[in-house]
């Protein structure tokens, strides 16, 4: 089984401008789906929102980003069980991982960024 917890620890650059990990924990079993949610919040017009997967000792790698205005990318090893849709409306962007894998324990982080701007806030999520 897999074990999903959340943590908070985001800093806001700006009132308006931060995301937020809701979930708290959650075990999953092998070959089932799992689901994390990730909230946001910005005055920007052009946002980026991205997904990043940290494993033991390693840095955090990228996932997956979507954007505002229907940009998207995931990174071809992932395809397949990694799936985001950013759905504007709610302010969110859940990353549902399928047919889950004893590798795929890791932490999970959500990312804010801003095309305008470099600056980036993060959650994150233990699987």
């Not at 985001?84 to 004893?102: A, C, G, Y």
């Not at 806030?121 to 233990?126: I, L, V």
Request: aromatic share 12%; charged share 20%.
């Amino acid at each position: 089984s897999a074990h999903v917890s959340a943590a908070d620890c985001h800093v806001l650059w700006a009132q308006k401008d931060n995301v937020l990990q809701p979930e708290a924990d959650v075990t999953a079993t092998e070959g089932e789906a799992v689901t994390l949610g990730c909230e946001y919040n910005t005055s920007s017009t052009n946002a980026y929102l991205y997904w990043y997967k940290q494993d033991i000792n390693d840095r955090p790698r990228f996932i997956l980003s979507r954007s505002t205005f229907s940009y998207e990318k995931t990174e071809d090893g992932v395809k397949n069980r990694f799936k985001s849709r950013l759905n504007s409306t709610l302010r969110s962007i859940p990353l549902t991982i399928v047919e889950l894998q004893p590798s795929d324990s890791a932490v999970y982080y959500c990312a804010l960024g801003d095309i305008a701007s470099y600056h980036t806030n993060t959650t994150h999520s233990y699987i």
